[in-house]
């Protein structure tokens, strides 16, 4: 280990942390010295080198004691981290969970500041030390005084004196440096994550990529949706646009309407981010088939996309009844299926929607959803539609699978009979939702659902 590695920015670093444990210590040593004092019959215990000991090792105690405190590990680590080297990921995030993990920052706190204490007493005591040293040959005052430097008169040269201090300086140094450096090592052991904070670590980030998911479903859904609809009905207007103005008027209408809800909608999906609720203060509220399925329907047919639905809301005649979260992820499921419909599908679309009993079970009820019509396999859409082909993998039908499982729901897409289906079955009651929260996300925050033996990004015909 060469003398400038002693002394390069990573050790001075490790050198101010140890004077820091140090500071640290010097409360609970000035209150073990007057301990130790009393217990002394009133003795100073500063004065006596014995009771100086006596006070630093029932400092220590007080301070393990003191370790157990939750923010001590986080604050070790800040410190290791800033002034140590040590890489963050080895280092633990938050306060200690479980009794191994306090114990270990215990352990952590008492030799940070045990060790810190030894160097900062060294360092404060031999470098004053040394520099007298140093000047012993110029001063000659010095080599008379009665600090203990007598003895460099007579027999011994007092330019020896300068060797002794830079041997105290280098004493000081080497201490420092393998404190320093046994700090580091030991850090992620102490300090490292436990199992605990390993479960509490990846609960944290499959919760996030489980936001992060639901946000791009529900981007997925309304923009893109939107922006479908936008763009066949433009490409409609265009076409009439000499010799059908009303039509155009009403697609100019349903533009504007259609990219007015898809700017509330998206202010509520922004309002995930910034509060974490979608129903944040002045963001709109999400769609339900109650309230927005009969526009969702008018607007698709103004893009030229016929829909011939077989609504069937079971004996209140109303969507109204349907528990909310089932009628928002339903309306979103529509939606999807309708998009696809009019990017990727030709013809009329058949819309089935129906609140029936459970198969095998009376008691129980479901809401299921089919849409039929046929694909387009033809070589001139892009021509027709005025569009480039997209042939990049979408998420939609991930979605819709993702949507129904979260429910404990099921999704099946392809192709039967030359026409393309999609069928989504949604529990309604709230037994069978809350089993299905336990089993349908996997590790990674995504939904698996049942796609009728078609992966939903692999389907035949386009669809996405």
């Known amino acids: 280990m060469g003398m400038a590695r002693l002394l390069d920015g990573r050790a001075r670093l490790r050198w101010v942390h140890q004077i820091l444990g140090g500071a640290l210590l010097m409360p609970y040593f000035l209150l073990a010295s007057v301990a130790v004092g009393v217990v002394a019959d009133g003795r100073n215990a500063l004065a006596s080198f014995p009771l100086f000991l006596a006070s630093y090792a029932v400092a220590l105690p007080l301070a393990t004691v003191t370790g157990l405190f939750p923010l001590v590990r986080p604050l070790s680590v800040t410190a290791v981290r800033s002034l ?156 009439v646009l000499d010799t059908d103005p009303e039509f155009v008027r009403e697609a100019l209408a349903a533009i504007e309407d259609t990219t007015r809800r898809t700017v509330g909608e998206l202010d509520a999906v922004l309002g995930l981010l910034r509060d974490g609720d979608a129903a944040g203060t002045g963001t709109a509220p999400a769609p339900t088939l109650h309230t927005d399925l009969a526009g969702l329907l008018d607007r698709t047919r103004a893009a030229g996309t016929q829909v011939a639905e077989r609504l069937r809301p079971g004996p209140s005649g109303s969507w109204e009844q349907l528990p909310a979260i089932v009628s928002r992820e339903a309306y979103r499921i529509v939606q999807e299926g309708l998009s696809n419909a009019m990017k990727h599908g030709e013809g009329p679309v058949e819309l089935g929607m129906a609140v029936r009993p459970a198969p095998g079970d009376e008691d ?90 078609h992966a939903p990004a692999e389907t035949t015909g386009g669809r996405r």
């Open 84 to 239: 140590c080297g040590v890489p963050g990921e080895r280092l633990a995030e938050g306060p200690a969970r479980g009794r191994a993990a306090r114990g270990r920052a215990c352990a952590w706190w008492t030799l940070h500041l045990g060790l810190g204490a030894l160097v900062s007493g060294m360092t404060l005591a031999a470098t004053p030390m040394a520099v007298v040293l140093l000047t012993v040959p110029f001063v000659t005052r010095l080599r008379k005084a009665e600090l203990g430097l007598g003895w460099f008169s007579g027999q011994v040269s007092p330019y020896l004196a300068p060797l002794l201090g830079l041997l105290l300086m280098a004493a000081v140094v080497l201490c420092a440096a393998g404190a320093g450096a046994l700090l580091a090592r030991v850090a992620p052991v102490l300090l490292g994550p436990t199992p605990a904070d390993r479960l509490a670590a990846a609960e944290e980030r499959a919760a996030d990529l489980a936001v992060r998911n639901r946000l791009a479903r529900e981007l997925h859904d309304s923009v893109g949706h939107a922006l479908s609809a936008v763009t066949l009905q433009a490409v409609a207007a265009r076409r």
């Open 364 to 453: 129980r009820r479901e809401l299921e959803i089919t849409m039929t019509n046929r694909p387009d396999r033809s070589t001139g859409r892009a021509e027709r539609t005025g569009r480039a082909e997209r042939t990049g993998g979408g998420r939609g039908l991930h979605g819709t699978a993702e949507r129904a499982a979260l429910l404990g729901g099921t999704v099946e897409a392809g192709e039967h009979g030359g026409r393309w289906r999609l069928r989504a079955v949604l529990p309604l009651t709230g037994a069978d939702r809350e089993r299905a929260t336990g089993s349908t996300a996997d590790g990674g925050g995504r939904a698996t659902a049942d796609t009728g033996g």
